[in-house]
């Protein structure tokens, strides 16, 4: 074995690559983003005390946290970014830890490994094999420790883009440190670190609420829109990831070039926005979730631009055409530097790629509804009541998550397909690829797909789903008509899941498969005190939902 990950959906036989990643990630990369991980919780040891003591270094923050969101599947596959950050992140520890003597703090004897080693760049990778998700070897420990580490991923994800807009919260940070430092204590039962995945939750709805609050007072909040899915006759960028900073940017700076953008993936929602609304180039989605980018960049013709994850290993026919910018990366592919002294990025040579390409291919026509997150949902409240009171609405599921490749996915188009005429759909996440062009009509004007926005937009269903327990009077959340059926595939999925069970909610559905990386008795704990389940099949599963 020379590697091993089981971090996402399509592990390799459902338990783990250890040769090469499904994702196309290599063994080398998968082995230093795994002596990336042991080095942030070798410092975050430190950061804890440091914190204890009144020494907070907003630079091993945000270097925390973007080393853990450039460990996301999909993000980055480039073997020389890894070293870097592992490099900056042992002169890191090193500064923290002089810092806490200088303020006459005493360094304990016995830390931990991950606290004191060092080794020259050339030998990380050696290094790197002893320190792997592998290493814990009791089962149970392993499941729990990397569940925390998977959910703290996706806090941290979720954390930098809240951050771009200057949007932070210290206990956030706080509580990453806290959480990355306890996976290496082996003082720590199974109960201690069920207790910290739980902990993880309230700090994924915290880290959700943030990001809402930064991107609807920055942006506005989304609204009912109408999303063009065809194209038109300019050269043009896509751009696909997270990043709606980055969007902005790009657009600012493509006004008036004669080039166009289109979304793709995860950026579709930016449409909702009002303040996306007033750029004439601006001009719609084009194809579909992530795992569609190989035939989708190949006819886009024109260059397209990754903010976040998710990338696939480019082809060939169209790697010229890629630039990544932030955490994503890829050898070969142009990089766009980030943002130096409160100035843009520069996006010039982008733009002068495109004018020299072709316009995009066409591959559908037509228009997508979106833009319903909390605010606009809300403001039709007396309406969706009215709905369900009446017994027009007998249901709602919400099938927010991820999309991806596998074709045992297809469940969702199938399941959305077989849902009776009177249940309707809150998605958030690329998942809404699989039924957001089905046609699924409305009820009495409500679309029957609601869909609240990026992954990170599930915080609205929340809302959504508090508010209408307010509305009806009901004590727990759990009475309230709402299914659950979510689609996973990468480590924001798994803090999305985890803030769900920190607001209360239940008997959660899962799929298309359950996590590699839950051990028989974690998911027995999970099934035990959350009703967590699986998928069966579409047929069986619509019964169950609806009996
Ligand atoms: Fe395998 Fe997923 Fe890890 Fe990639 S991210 S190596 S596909 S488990
Ligand atoms: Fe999609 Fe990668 Fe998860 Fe943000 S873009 S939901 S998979």
Request: with cysteine.
């Amino acid at each position: 074995m020379s590697m091993f990950c089981y971090q996402c959906q399509e592990t390799a036989k459902g338990t783990g690559c250890t040769i090469k990643g499904v994702c196309g990630k290599t063994e080398n990369v998968a082995n230093l983003q795994d002596l990336l991980i042991y080095t942030l919780k070798g410092i975050s040891i430190y950061a804890v005390q440091a914190r204890a003591m009144n020494i907070v270094r907003p630079d091993v923050d945000k270097f925390i946290m973007e080393s853990l969101f450039s460990t996301i599947t999909n993000a980055n596959f480039d073997r020389s970014r890894f070293v870097d950050r592992i490099q900056e992140g042992l002169t890191l520890r090193e500064m923290l830890k002089q810092e806490i003597i200088k303020a006459g703090g005493t360094i304990p004897a016995n830390l931990n490994d991950a606290a004191i080693w060092s080794a020259p760049a050339d030998d990380f990778e050696k290094k790197a094999v002893a320190v792997g998700v592998l290493a814990t070897e009791n089962e149970d420990v392993r499941s729990l420790r990397e569940l925390l580490t998977y959910g703290l991923k996706g806090i941290a994800a979720y954390a930098e883009h809240a951050y771009t807009l200057e949007h932070k919260e210290a206990g956030i940070f706080a509580f990453i440190e806290k959480a990355l430092a306890a996976t290496l204590d082996d003082s720590l039962a199974a109960g201690d670190l069920v207790g910290l995945v739980l902990e993880a939750g309230k700090y994924g709805v915290d880290v959700m609420a943030l990001l809402d609050t930064a991107n609807t007072t920055t942006y506005g909040n989304p609204e009912l829109t109408k999303v063009n899915i065809g194209v038109r006759n300019n050269p043009a960028i896509l751009i696909s990831g997270h990043d709606l900073k980055d969007l902005e940017e790009l657009l600012i700076q493509t006004q008036g070039s004669g080039v166009d953008v289109y979304t793709h993936g995860e950026m579709l929602p930016a449409h909702y926005y009002p303040a996306f609304k007033k750029y004439d180039n601006f001009v719609g989605n084009y194809g579909n979730a992530w795992y569609k980018q190989d035939k989708e960049f190949d006819s886009f013709n024109g260059p397209v631009f990754l903010t976040t994850n998710c990338l696939v290993p480019p082809k060939e026919s169209y790697k010229d055409r890629v630039y990544t910018t932030g955490v994503v990366g890829f050898e070969g592919v142009k990089h766009i530097a980030d943002r130096e002294d409160g100035k843009a990025k520069d996006f010039s040579a982008l733009i002068a790629h495109a004018k020299s390409c072709p316009a995009p291919t066409e591959i559908e026509t037509g228009e997508i509804i979106g833009g319903f997150a909390h605010n606009q949902v809300l403001a039709l409240a007396d309406k969706v009541v009215a709905a369900v009171k009446s017994g027009a609405i007998k249901r709602f599921f919400v099938m927010a998550g991820c999309d991806g490749r596998m074709k045992s996915r297809d469940y969702y188009a199938d399941f959305a397909k077989a849902l009776p005429q009177d249940t309707i759909i809150l998605t958030a996440g690329c998942a809404k690829y699989k039924y957001n062009k089905l046609n699924l009509g409305d009820i009495g004007g409500i679309p029957r797909v609601l869909d609240a926005g990026q992954c990170n937009d599930s915080y609205s269903l929340a809302v959504i789903a508090l508010k209408l327990k307010e509305v009806f009077g009901l004590e727990d959340i759990n009475q309230l008509p709402i299914s659950y059926n979510i689609a996973w595939y990468e480590q924001k999925a798994v803090i999305v899941l985890l803030a769900l069970l920190h607001l209360g909610v239940k008997n959660i559905h899962l799929g298309p498969t359950l996590p590699g990386f839950l051990s028989p008795n974690v998911v027995k704990v999970l099934v035990e005190n959350f009703g967590i389940a699986g998928i069966t099949n579409v047929e069986d599963d619509v019964k169950m939902f609806m009996a």
